[in-house]
């Protein structure tokens, strides 16, 4: 019998046999759906390993390593509820009334990623970027909301391991990873945090009369919420110790909030401009999530004239003030940035909501709800103008920063790390993905598997066709396929035909997928902190 995968390909229109046959001098193609994976560990997602990249982004790093002298620099800068779409270099823009030129000048001297995978809602995508593991590994599968328990606990993230290499790490802006003494930043791997401890709306949506009359204009419900035990400040904290709070967030200081909040980023990396150590600096914008009241400087200032576009417009000067600081400071040139957003568009409060092309919204599994932006920017080690549609999932950010780093070697061994090292797919031009699946999840219930250009979809929120419109992920029903269903995201980015039954050829290598996924949660179960009912 011919061994598996012992066919020909038609690439590029040239015939190739595949696997490559070392004596006919062929090079084999590469293909995510035919070729095999690498067993890395056996608590590692399994991954392609493409060795002229690595070669190519080894030479890269040594190169980097010669002309700086240490590792890296790392800003992340993370928004909130921003859609795929909403950046003008994803078509969005000036095109949907929010011009965006500081992230989209980035965006074309850096890597463009159109496949970059969040999960659906904030805390469990959060959770899984600064973990490398899925949301049931570390168990925070929806938002814990006014002060309930639960949160990082005794995660690993991705700040611990930097620091104890020596790394300065600073976290500013949006938390929401727990708000237990245990889960906060300061305890979590980071050095100082500043910024608020749970989610935009919690703060504010009880103050507005707008949304809440019934609370605003009683005393009784005013004062009993008062007495909720969530804190209502904004907070600074240094390693290991009590959260001090800065100021109740009112309506008035939430307006202000980005903008103190890139001044205090602004400082940091000033401070961090003659150090030794390399730094750390994990950015979280309050903006976009609902509601938006965006800073008197950019109220009316958006062709959209409508609180979530001027939100954007301030989103995008703050990115521009940061790489104002990085270029003044002359630590540009050694700072890998990461931008990109927590899930996609909140639809349930439209028109204060994001833009996407794709089906559906935050909180479900559809593309709209978690696939997001992903721009990469490291002036000569990431080659500028590239767009690259390979799969990137938040949980790569761990393992690829770390090798980025030079701490490859620090990938936590004792647990599942659902990460895969994505470096030299973002240090090679034109480079290929090094994942394989991207596995949709909502909470505990396993919703589909994209390989390639296609997504076989075992379970999803809701099937209404009115969906396909956004009115949102959150408020949909959840319900499974009782045969699955098939989408080429190519032919069809929307997810409106399934097409399982004229590609029955793949339904097998596309269970084996899923069922490899599923298998190794036994020897590594899964862990519920904060549970979603599906
Ligand atoms: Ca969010």
């Known amino acids: ?39 890395i560990a056996d608590n590692r997602e399994p991954q392609f390993v493409h060795d002229e990249q690595v070669a190519e982004a080894a030479r890269r790093l040594e190169s980097q390593r010669a002309r700086h002298g240490r590792p890296p620099n790392i800003l992340v800068y993370l928004t909130d509820d921003v859609g795929w779409g909403d950046f003008g270099c994803y078509g969005g823009g000036v095109a949907v009334g929010c011009p965006t030129p500081n992230i989209d000048r980035l965006a074309h001297a850096g890597l463009m990623l159109t496949s970059c995978y969040s999960e659906p809602t904030c805390t469990p995508s959060r959770a899984s970027l600064l973990t490398g593991r899925l949301p049931m590994r570390h168990g925070l599968q929806r938002p814990p909301m006014y002060g309930e328990p639960g949160g990082l606990g005794d995660e690993i993230t991705v700040a611990d391991i930097l620091s104890t290499a020596g790394y300065h790490t600073q976290c500013v802006g949006k938390w929401h990873l727990g708000e237990s003494t245990e889960s906060q930043p300061q305890n979590c791997g980071f050095d100082d945090f500043y910024g608020f401890l749970s989610v935009s709306d919690m703060y504010t949506e009880w103050r507005d009369p707008y949304f809440f009359p019934e609370i605003v204009y009683s005393e009784e419900r005013t004062r009993w919420i008062e007495n909720q035990p969530f804190n209502k400040c904004f907070v600074h904290a240094t390693r290991g110790g009590e959260p001090e709070n800065v100021e109740e967030v009112t309506i008035p200081v939430l307006t202000e909030l980005d903008d103190k909040w890139c001044g205090y980023s602004v400082d940091f990396l000033r401070r961090m401009a003659d150090q030794e150590r390399p730094w750390f600096l994990y950015h979280n914008t309050r903006g976009a999530h609902f509601d938006n009241y965006p800073h008197e400087r950019f109220v009316g200032r958006s062709p959209g004239r409508h609180p979530y576009k001027d939100t954007i417009l301030e989103l995008d000067d703050i990115v521009g003030r940061l790489v104002a600081t990085l270029e003044e400071t002359g630590q540009l040139e050694n700072t890998l940035i990461f931008i990109s957003s927590d899930n996609g568009p909140e639809m349930e409060t439209w028109p204060d909501a994001a833009y996407t092309p794709f089906r559906c919204a935050k909180g479900s599994t559809w593309e709209g709800g978690v696939r997001v932006p992903g721009i990469f920017h490291w002036p000569g080690v990431i080659e500028p103008g590239q767009v690259n549609d390979g799969l990137f999932s938040f949980t790569d950010l761990l393992p690829t920063l770390l090798t980025l780093a030079g701490l490859e070697d620090f990938v936590p061994a004792d647990r599942f790390i659902d990460g895969v090292d994505q470096a030299s797919f973002l240090l090679s031009p034109d480079g290929l993905s090094n994942r394989k699946h991207q596995y949709y999840w909502l909470g505990q219930m396993f919703s589909a598997l994209r390989v390639g250009e296609y997504k076989f979809m075992m379970a999803s929120i809701s099937d209404d066709d009115t969906d396909v419109h956004n009115p949102g992920g959150l408020t949909g029903v959840s319900q499974k396929y009782p045969y699955g269903r098939l989408y080429n995201l190519y032919l069809d980015p929307k997810e409106t035909r399934s097409y399982l039954i004229r590609k029955l050829a793949y339904l097998e290598a596309f269970q084996n997928g899923v069922r490899n996924h599923l298998m190794s949660f036994g020897e590594y179960p899964p862990k519920l902190v904060v549970g979603l009912n599906t």
């Open 1 to 39: 019998m011919a061994p598996i995968g012992a066919f020909s390909v038609h690439r590029t229109g040239v015939w190739i046999r595949w696997p490559a046959d070392a004596s006919l001098g062929v090079a084999m193609a590469h293909d995510p759906i035919a070729s095999p994976t690498t067993t």
